[in-house]
């Protein structure tokens, strides 16, 4: 059942109101404006429901889930603006026609475990939260009543990158190659760190392997961290990285370590030709659930973190 656990869609209604806006996040006709990112000229077609249904059914997906894009800063607006932007992302998310499923998003400036529960239960197959939510023990602790919901529902959480920083004079790719690693790096640790233990059974996914944290393992045990144990209900997404990315991160996530289909959240393993007898044997045979799909360039829904990640 091949799934993409990361892709972008955003459905009409959502579109008008980011064009209705005149501060960031905003659209002036297809240019992005964000806080902390140059102006972007997004592909129309990128929201093209029908093109990229087509675009689904053409790459054999049985599911692709969409997700609001975090570096939007949606999720941290006042409450009165951020609830009729995430309304038209839900709604018009989940009537879109198959392979597609929708992660919810909260308003993070007014959490309420009670909105996400809501989404949830239309039809939502987990929460996605920003890494900038998760950074250390006092966002893991602000998010928690969020998570209890995805525990007792059995939901998983993908955390995605969140807004970027303001930075003067960097290239274009200066966002996906800095902020959001970083940001993906110490949500990674801060989960490990504070996370687990307040959450034990929730399936946590991390987009762009997680800014490849689990590779710190040596340094890790070194400072007393202890020895890179496995954590099964772990999960990493791919998002742009390649063959050397993902033999590196599946031997520190564990090459030895049999999980079943079930314990998947919502996504299909990346089977890539690494070129690695040891790497090969692990993706396919030993550890087939852990490191999952995310989106190819044309798949990424235009915003400036699928373009760029």
Known sequence: MPIDVH????????????????????LDGWTLHMAGEPPFVVDPADHDIAARARLAATDGLDLALVSLSSPLGIEYLPPAEAAPLLTAFHDGALAL???????????????????????????????????????????????APLLDVLTRLDKPLFIHPGAAPSAQDTPSWWPALVPYLQQMHASWFAFRAFGRARHPRLRVCFAALAGLAPLHGERLAAR??????????????????????????????????????????????????????????ALRTTNPARLLHGPHPSHAGGQPEGSHQ
Do not use: K, M, N
């Open 7 to 26: 892709q972008h869609i955003w459905p009409p209604a959502f579109i008008e109101l980011l064009r209705a806006r005149t501060t960031p996040p905003y």
């Open 97 to 143: 026609p198959p392979p597609f499923g929708v992660w919810a998003s909260p308003c993070l400036s007014g959490p309420d475990p009670e909105a996400v529960e809501r989404e949830l239960r239309r039809g939502c197959v987990g929460l996605q939260l920003p890494a900038t939510a998760l950074l250390d023990a006092a966002g893991w602790h602000a998010c």
């Open 224 to 281: 007393g961290g202890g020895r890179g144990e496995i954590d099964f209900d772990a999960f990493y997404e791919t998002s742009a990285y390649g063959t050397r990315a993902v033999d590196a991160l599946v031997r520190a996530a564990g090459i030895d370590v049999i999980v079943s289909g079930s314990d998947r959240p919502y996504a299909s393993a990346v089977i890539p030709d690494i070129g690695t007898d040891a790497a090969v044997h």
